[in-house]
């Protein structure tokens, strides 16, 4: 019996994969894939000839990467996790279909059981080995479910991920020592710049202006250029009522006049290692999941803030809640994320092999 079943799993599995494969090459397939080409061409304005041009080939392959496909996610962000996860859909081919075989194999047990039960039947075995039969189909349909949706799970997350950093790298800035506020997507500060997102209400904001600005301990204030020999752009993000981000930041940090014990304040001091956000949409869009999570964790994030890091990779760092810790963000950015180490063509730079 237990011969029958594992050979039943090895046809089913053989003929799926046979099915799979005819079906890809199939008429009806290739003349989807025909008519999916064309509405491609049409609907992102390339036009449905081979193109000719380097500039339509380019058009044509960005308007395929970026077609949505079932769940929301582009092609592009789906053959990302299947680079990061390259036997993520073959294990959930796997499970899934084990789990298919053991259900057919759950309803040919479940039949000789019901046939040793009644009687009479000279091709039905005894009722403990058809019962054992059925026990085992049914703890393998639930393990192999269990472990095929397990998968599933795994790869919508990897896909949420991906697809936030997309988000992430399309929020534009321009920077504060620029006169034509020209906007610059965070996606060109890649391999070159690390960019530290700190976001709160008009009091953290101020008081982020002023320890960038002013000397505030005994020594002379060097944070700017600390930042940007460790490659640091800090883009402040200031929210208002409703979790809105303003429009005119660049007016308020203009405006922030010095306190007691801000020796030498100057507002432009840091320029050089200052961001404004730009597209206020966009900006409320990809921080509204941060601010939900820093609301379930009870943080006062219009009050005391909190800081995304995100490396020259693009990658986030870390997340934080309250004025970015300098001396540690200065001393331990190269260990965290490691020029030398990570980002390759920087040998030149940074020193190494």
Request: proline share 4%; glycine share 8%; charged share 20%.
């Amino acid at each position: 019996m237990h011969r029958c079943w594992a050979g039943r799993i090895a046809i089913l599995l053989i003929c799926s994969g046979n099915y799979l494969v005819a079906d890809a090459f199939s008429p009806a397939r290739q003349a989807s894939r025909t008519c999916t080409t064309s509405a491609l061409g049409r609907n992102s304005g390339v036009h449905a000839l081979p193109p000719t041009t380097e500039e339509e080939k380019k058009a044509q392959k960005e308007a395929f990467l970026q077609e949505e496909t079932f769940g929301g996610f582009t092609v592009k962000q789906r053959l990302r996790e299947e680079v990061e996860s390259p036997f993520r859909q073959v294990r959930l081919f796997f499970f899934a279909s084990t789990a298919g075989s053991a259900l057919t194999a759950l309803y040919f047990s479940a039949l000789s059981a019901l046939k040793a039960s009644i009687g009479g039947y000279e091709d039905a075995p005894p009722l403990n080995e058809a019962l054992q039969t059925c026990g085992i189909n049914i703890a393998g349909v639930i393990v192999c479910s269990i472990l095929a949706y397990r998968e599933w799970n795994i790869g919508n997350a990897n896909l949420a991920r991906i697809a936030k950093g997309g988000a992430l790298a399309k929020l534009e800035v321009f920077p504060a020592s620029s006169s034509t506020q020209e906007r610059t997507p965070l996606a060109s500060y890649r391999r070159s710049s690390r960019v530290l997102i700190a976001a709160g209400g008009p009091e953290y904001i101020s008081q982020l202006a002023r320890s960038l600005n002013s000397d505030q301990l005994a020594d002379d204030n060097v944070l700017p250029e600390r930042l940007e020999e460790v490659d640091v752009v800090v883009v402040p993000v200031l929210l208002t009522t409703g979790n809105q981000v303003a429009t005119d930041l660049q007016e308020q940090w203009k405006a922030v006049e010095a306190q007691e014990g801000d020796r030498n304040f100057d507002i432009a001091r840091a320029n050089r290692v200052v961001a404004f956000p730009t597209g206020a949409g966009a900006w409320e869009s990809y921080l509204e999941s941060e601010i939900e999570t820093a609301e379930k964790q009870g943080f006062d994030y219009m009050n005391k803030g909190l800081t995304i890091t995100v490396k020259k990779n693009g990658k986030v760092l870390r997340r934080a809640t309250g004025q970015p810790q300098w001396g540690y963000l200065i001393g331990a950015m190269e260990t965290l994320d490691g020029s030398k180490f990570g980002m390759p063509g920087d040998s030149e730079k940074y020193g190494g092999p």
